[in-house]
T-cell receptor
């Protein structure tokens, strides 16, 4: 069975600084998707970034980028130039293709951005 | 605007009562999901439905029931059989055969059992 582990329950960063959130996962699959979802205090969760395992290039979305290490089964999220609006709970998630009902979430990392 | 609407946002229930949480989407998505969120436990899947009039149990379905009579609606009933119902409940949806895994979420419903 697949598992997703986020070992940092809480993190904080100063505005404009860079922060990295960690995520590791366990799977015997070769092809899969990894995600970072953001849940702001307003509670509507949104997708931040997605990585396809067969792509070696790390995904990037504006200030958000990932460091995908397939052999190490590691999928960290880097937030550059942190903004107050980045304050949220961040969830790492894993999914096999065509298995949206099997989206497996980590326990989340609460990120606080300070002015 | 397209999206997912959950209601009510906050709900209080006495022990022994059933309660129904509403989830409506206008995204024309085929698949809908209910998750339970507890502190330190991430999101756990309660039920999901990939098509009208069909639904499947998730990892923690005991004490819950759902229906899918319309594509747009996927209500969740928390029954008195659910031993620890106080939680935050999230509804989500996605297109059928969605391979990219992006779920669209509602704002959630917080249920408190008194």
């Amino acid at each position: 069975a697949q598992t997703v582990t986020q070992s940092q329950p809480e993190m904080s960063v100063q505005e404009a600084e860079t922060v990295t959130l960690s995520c590791t996962y366990d799977t015997s699959e070769n092809n899969y998707y990894l995600f970072w979802y953001k849940q702001p205090p307003s509670r509507q969760m949104i997708l931040v970034i997605r990585q396809e395992a067969y792509k070696q290039q790390n995904a990037t979305e504006n200030r958000f980028s990932v460091n995908f290490q397939k052999a190490a089964k590691s999928f960290s999220l880097k937030i550059s130039d942190s903004q107050l609006g980045d304050t949220a709970m961040y969830f790492c998630a894993f999914m096999k293709p065509f298995n949206t009902d099997k989206l497996i979430f980590g326990t989340g990392t609460r990120l606080q951005v300070f002015p | 605007d397209g999206g997912i609407t959950q209601s009510p946002k906050y709900l209080f229930r006495k022990e022994g009562q059933n309660v129904t949480l509403s989830c409506e989407q206008n995204l024309n998505h085929d698949a809908m999901y209910w998750y339970r969120q507890d502190p330190g436990q991430g999101l756990r899947l309660i039920y999901y439905s990939q098509i009208v009039n069909d639904f499947q149990k998730g990892d923690i379905a005991e004490g819950y029931s759902v229906s899918r009579e319309k594509k747009e609606s996927f209500p969740l009933t928390v029954t008195s059989a659910q031993k620890n119902p106080t939680a935050f409940y999230l509804c989500a949806s996605t297109g059928w055969r969605e391979t990219t895994g992006e779920l669209f979420f509602g704002e959630g419903s917080r249920l408190t059992v008194l």
